[in-house]
């Protein structure tokens, strides 16, 4: 399947390989020895598709990026209340491994630095190290939607090593924030840390916060909504250690970076977003993982201050012409045909802004759609914002589809989404009522699937169905009264209080009939070749009290008032079986004209 974020995705991968500035933490032995050019990006949607490029399976320590995930099951276990008391959420403007505390509350400034990790550490339920690992590995791994395990390896160079943690441990202690011996809490923080994931699992962790806590394939609630908010709003302000004012300001995505190499983002409402690359800048942030989530968030305009309104998918229904058919009055053989290949025609009801989380899940459905199809009505009346990325890409996606031979058509009334390209010659075609876009759709697949143009081709009169099949002395009783009009495009057929003429058998193009009440103009049906027009005018005797107008060059044959009573006194029997044509012939049309009124939604 093609798929133009993969191919965005893609790009971008290629462009950063080869940065090479930064280097591996050093400081821990198992991180010292990773492939410093290791690289991998996805992307992960509302609804859990996942892009991937580069070693996007490959696996290494979650590290500091743990710290949101225990916070919010430290705040789940505890409460709010409960962790404040212990934890700031205040950014620090120190490195992460800063041995210090608040000067005024003798707190931790924040839970993403360490002091603050080590603090949710211990406030995680369990009565021993293993139960609580336990529980954290298990919540974990809610979030990644797979069970994740723990690299003993790493582990054992954190423990050895991690001198640091536990003069900030002790320091916890000796001000009252541990209540038990640091080196029990340290033997949770440091298994946390040693978790594995892979750059998939992060995207996947990422986009279950970014759905508020549900986790975007398993639907399973991880975590509570209002937990969710509160860790996303310290990911924001303390995240990224001392350059969070820098990555808000120019990314502007909650984030939280680890010494492993990955960075985890999160979209509110829309996606997740990860990078593993373990060279880091001096921030301790992965050089490559910075330039990637600043380059995706500026092309995509995925700053959280301009944020969709429309969560999941921006695809409110979708349905073809069988479910729901155009209102044109359509011969027994154009309905049958329908029938057959009126799937390869489908309408896709868009809503919400169409930024480019939305964008994605409507360019993603109609690529995947597009083999099966021939033509795409895009309904986009519900559509309240778009913006430059939805605009590329839809321009792309039009492209494709017009070499797969797939015609896209839009319906937009009141000109809210602007045109698709400046060359007028590539613009899709715009409707203003999405009847009218149905049955152009109807159109192209009659015209495709029939061999010819059903609204410009003619047909005998003796081949039209009201007539076909009669035997011949009824027959040539009717085609003798028969007086031929032609009309082109433009001309009135019948108007407004005229009174009746009779019964107009369209034998060639297509009549629409409307009507105009205060002083708007509705369509209400299409007449092609093979229907007949004015019935129930001719059968009552009444004037007009509809408009019809020839949309393009017109022949009918029209049996006039006048013979029709003249035959009814003379020929009851002939005027019978007209009659009863008729009735099933209208029959037919409002069992066509009543899928077109009841929605599939």
């Not at 009735?583 to 899928?595: K, M, P």
Request: hydrophobic fraction near 40%; include cysteine; proline fraction near 5%.
């Amino acid at each position: 399947m093609k798929s133009l974020v993969q191919d965005y995705i893609d790009g971008v991968y290629r462009d950063l390989t080869g940065e090479r500035s930064g280097s591996v933490a050093d400081y821990i032995p198992e991180l010292a020895v990773v492939d410093p050019d290791s690289f991998a990006i996805c992307l992960a949607t509302s609804d859990g598709y996942v892009y991937e490029a580069g070693d996007s399976r490959k696996k290494f320590a979650i590290q500091s990026i743990s710290k949101p995930f225990t916070y919010a099951l430290a705040l789940a276990d505890r409460g709010l209340a409960a962790v404040a008391t212990k934890v700031d959420v205040e950014p620090s403007g120190e490195p992460f491994n800063e041995i210090s505390l608040d000067p005024v509350t003798e707190r931790p400034r924040n839970p993403m630095i360490n002091a603050g990790a080590i603090t949710s550490a211990s406030l995680v339920a369990g009565a021993t190290v293993a139960e609580r690992f336990e529980r954290i590995r298990r919540f974990y791994s809610r979030f990644a939607g797979r069970e994740l395990t723990l690299n003993e390896s790493m582990f054992e160079s954190e423990d050895r090593t991690g001198n640091r943690n536990r003069a900030i441990g002790y320091l916890l202690r000796e001000y009252g924030i541990l209540e038990e011996d640091p080196q029990t809490t340290l033997g949770v923080y440091f298994r946390q840390c040693s978790i594995e994931v892979d750059c998939r699992d992060l995207s996947l962790m990422a986009a279950t916060l970014a759905d508020s806590g549900v986790h975007p394939v398993s639907g399973d609630r991880v975590l509570d909504a209002g937990l969710n908010e509160r860790v996303l709003s310290v990911m924001t302000t303390c995240g990224m250690y001392n350059a969070a004012g820098d990555w808000v300001t120019e990314v502007g995505l909650p984030a939280k970076s680890g010494v492993g190499g990955g960075i985890l983002a999160v979209l509110p409402g829309q996606l997740g977003l990860a990078v593993f690359s373990p060279r880091l800048d001096e921030h301790g942030n992965s050089v490559r993982g910075v330039r990637s989530c600043r380059r995706i968030s500026k092309d995509l305009e995925l700053h959280f201050m301009h944020v969709s309104r429309a969560a999941r998918s921006a695809v409110r229904a979708s349905y073809d012409v069988i479910d729901r058919p155009s209102r044109r009055r359509r011969s027994p053989a154009e309905h049958d045909l329908l029938l057959r290949v009126g799937q390869r025609a489908r309408i896709y009801e868009l809503h919400g802004d169409l930024l480019f989380a939305g964008a994605e899940s409507v360019v993603r459905k109609l690529t995947l759609d597009a083999d099966e199809l021939d033509v795409i009505v895009l309904d986009i009346r519900g559509v309240d914002e778009t913006a430059a990325v939805t605009r590329t890409m839809m321009r792309t996606v039009r492209d494709w589809l017009r070499a797969d031979g797939v015609e896209a058509v839009i319906v937009d009334p009141q000109s809210t989404v602007l045109e698709l390209d400046p060359d007028p010659a590539k613009r899709l075609r715009h409707f203003g009522d999405l009847n009218e876009a149905v049955g152009y759709a109807e159109d192209v697949l009659l015209a495709r699937h029939a061999g010819a143009d059903a609204q410009a081709r003619a047909i005998p009169i003796r081949d039209h169905p009201l007539l076909s099949g009669l035997p011949p002395e009824q027959l040539e009783a009717i085609v003798t009264r028969l007086v031929p009009h032609t009309y082109d495009a433009g001309d009135s057929v019948v108007r407004s209080g005229d009174p009746t003429q009779g019964l107009f058998l369209i034998t060639a193009g297509p009549v629409e009939v409307s009507v105009e009440l205060a002083g708007t103009r509705h369509h209400l049906s299409m007449f092609t070749a093979g229907t007949t027009f004015g019935v129930a005018y001719a059968v009552a005797g009444r004037e007009y009290d509809v408009d019809a107008t020839a949309q393009g060059e017109v022949a009918a044959m029209v049996l006039p008032a006048p013979a029709i009573a003249e035959l009814t006194a003379t020929a009851p029997d002939l005027m019978l079986t007209l009659m009863s044509r008729l009735v099933t012939g209208a029959f037919d049309h409002l069992d066509w004209v009543t899928r077109a009124l009841v929605s599939p939604s």
